[in-house]
Antibody, heavy 116, light 110 residues
Framework: QVQLVESGGGVVQTGMSLRLSCAASGLTFSNYGMHWVRQAPGKGLEWVAVISFDGSKKYFADSVKGRFTISRDNSKNTLYLQMNSLRAEDTALYYC?????????WGQGTLVTVSS | QSALTQPASVSGSPGQSITISCTGTSSDVGGYKYVSWYQQHPGKVPKLIIYEVSYRPSGVSNRFSGSKSGNTASLTISGLQAEDEADYYCSSYTSSSTLVFGGGTKLTVL
């Protein structure tokens, strides 16, 4: 079955950087667009970014534009999120999810805590 | 990229039907068929229950149905069961090629 496993979360200070990874299995990764979605503690879902199946198209939420980048390595079935200039409001559980117009498979998430 | 508008909470008794609305604009909900709905139980991962306004993924109960009129999409759950108690989120594709979620609705089964 499809498995998406995020990693790379942790506690970082304001202004620092962090790179998240999402390892995919059970699907033809190179055929799927992939998203990052986050959920702050006790809050709702917030879409963060999407990358097309071949990496040629990338789109970002206004809240992270210019600070976060999304990339993928189809040879490794892995999705990445490079997060720079982290702020307290970036504290959240970060999920990767497959799809383009929707989110059909989700990982369990990796927790990012940004402290001052 | 304003969030779509959902009621904060809805409730219903077992066996009843409830509807959750999701209001956007002509640049998202009203402009595309790409509205989807997600169910999230406490501490769990969101689960896709409706895509492209009204289609159910394999394995999702036919008690869940979706529709859209103008800039408002709706999720209806019929024959409410205790296990339906969860948070529900709508999502839509937008004219900026981005995605946007609603603020979420907490469903309580009385």
């Amino acid at each position: 079955q499809v498995q998406l496993v995020e990693s790379g979360g942790g506690v970082v200070q304001t202004g620092m950087s962090l790179r998240l990874s999402c390892a995919a299995s059970g699907l033809t990764f190179s055929n799927y667009g992939m998203h990052w979605v986050r959920q702050a503690p006790g809050k709702g879902l917030e879409w963060v970014a999407v990358i097309s199946f071949d990496g040629s198209k990338k789109y970002f939420a206004d809240s992270v534009k210019g600070r976060f980048t999304i990339s993928r390595d189809n040879s490794k079935n892995t999705l990445y999120l490079q997060m720079n200039s982290l702020r307290a409001e970036d504290t959240a559980l970060y999920y990767c999810a497959s799809g383009w117009y929707l989110f059909d498979y989700w990982g369990q998430g990796t927790l990012v805590t940004v402290s001052s | 990229q304003s969030a779509l508008t959902q009621p904060a909470s809805v409730s219903g008794s077992p066996g009843q039907s409830i509807t959750i609305s999701c209001t956007g604009t002509s640049s998202d909900v009203g402009g595309y068929k790409y509205v989807s709905w997600y169910q999230q139980h406490p501490g769990k991962v969101p689960k896709l229950i409706i895509y492209e306004v009204s289609y159910r993924p394999s394995g999702v109960s036919n008690r869940f149905s979706g529709s859209k009129s103008g800039n408002t999409a709706s999720l209806t759950i019929s024959g409410l069961q205790a296990e339906d108690e969860a948070d529900y989120y709508c999502s839509s594709y937008t004219s900026s090629s981005t995605l946007v979620f609603g603020g979420g609705t907490k469903l309580t089964v009385l």
